[in-house]
């Protein structure tokens, strides 16, 4: 799947984090939900770019994001990469 780029806000009172096994090696995943005037979708942060200071009503750049071939509930979701970086903006998302 190609990298996307998105312009959104962070909705993290959506947001769990927790650790999981990978490969017999803990990783830290935290799940959000980011929208913007078109929706909402579930973003999976993993590794360190899971512990990223955002809080709710930030507005942030995502790049380097995939979109999940599994859907979870019927509903698409995002994942991050080892490129995956997230900027705070003072773009408005309106």
Same mark, same amino acid.
């Given at each position: 799947m190609p990298h996307q780029r998105c312009r959104c806000y962070f909705s993290l009172q959506d947001s769990v984090a927790?650790? /999981?096994m990978v490969n017999d090696k803990e990783v830290n995943v935290r799940?959000?939900?980011v929208e913007d005037r078109t929706g909402k979708v579930k973003v999976s942060l993993w590794r360190n770019i899971a512990a990223e200071p955002v809080v709710l009503?930030? /507005?942030v750049a995502i790049t380097n994001i995939v979109v999940?071939?599994?859907r979870y509930n019927n509903e698409e979701s995002l994942s991050s990469t080892q490129f995956t970086k997230i900027e705070k903006t003072a773009?408005?998302?309106d």
């Amino acid at each position: 799947m190609p990298h996307q780029r998105c312009r959104c806000y962070f909705s993290l009172q959506d947001s769990v984090a927790t650790t /999981v096994m990978v490969n017999d090696k803990e990783v830290n995943v935290r799940t959000i939900t980011v929208e913007d005037r078109t929706g909402k979708v579930k973003v999976s942060l993993w590794r360190n770019i899971a512990a990223e200071p955002v809080v709710l009503g930030d /507005v942030v750049a995502i790049t380097n994001i995939v979109v999940n071939s599994k859907r979870y509930n019927n509903e698409e979701s995002l994942s991050s990469t080892q490129f995956t970086k997230i900027e705070k903006t003072a773009h408005n998302i309106d």
